[in-house]
């Protein structure tokens, strides 16, 4: 049993075999099969935790991949990108867009990092027959909508206030020009 490690219940065992007689770690140790070390190390971790047992390796720290560090103004840069070539009726491909970024040198990453950061700025794939195609998420395309036609009434409302004319307002005496005070 050497070199695996002792989940938080198994420790818990050594601790309760731990009597305060004679050579008590050398009885656990060949109770359970384990080395004298790891009997010390449990007992001072216990008295350091206040009473926890946590099994190793539970909470390790992650390194972070290199695509979730990219700047905003890159995914700006790439999500520009996107929309220029298909406004320029080009079929976005992973290899084709990556070929633009270094072309235009906004960013330099490999087509699999690429890969994945597309689905974190609001792209997804489409599938049409044996034709992937890389979309804006439904979400996305939503929020688009949703901006476009309240722009859109307000917009409305611009254009009418343009068409009353200025003599129905009522400057007061913030007025700049006071003819048309005057022509009241």
Do not use: C, W
């Not at 929020?143 to 009353?164: A, C, G, H, P």
């Amino acid at each position: 049993m050497k070199g695996k490690t002792l989940s938080s219940q198994s420790r818990g065992l050594v601790l309760f075999l731990l009597l305060p007689l004679l050579a008590v770690q050398e009885r656990v140790a060949r109770a359970l099969s384990i080395s004298l070390s790891t009997i010390t190390r449990i007992q001072r971790r216990l008295s350091s935790n206040d009473n926890v047992l946590r099994s190793p390796g539970k909470k390790r720290p992650r390194k972070k991949s290199k695509t979730t560090d990219l700047s905003h103004a890159v995914r700006h840069n790439i999500r520009d990108t996107v929309y220029q070539m298909y406004s320029e009726k080009k079929h976005v491909t992973i290899v084709n867009l990556n070929k633009t970024l270094k072309e235009k040198e906004l960013a330099s990453i490999s087509n699999s990092s690429l890969q994945r950061v597309l689905p974190t700025i609001g792209f997804k794939y489409k599938k049409d027959g044996n034709r992937r195609f890389l979309v804006e998420q439904s979400s996305i395309a939503l929020l688009r909508t949703k901006f476009l036609r309240s722009y859109n009434d307000y917009n409305q409302l611009v254009v009418l206030m343009e068409l009353i004319p200025m003599y129905y307002y009522d400057f007061g005496k913030n007025s700049r020009d006071s003819t048309i005070l005057d022509e009241k």
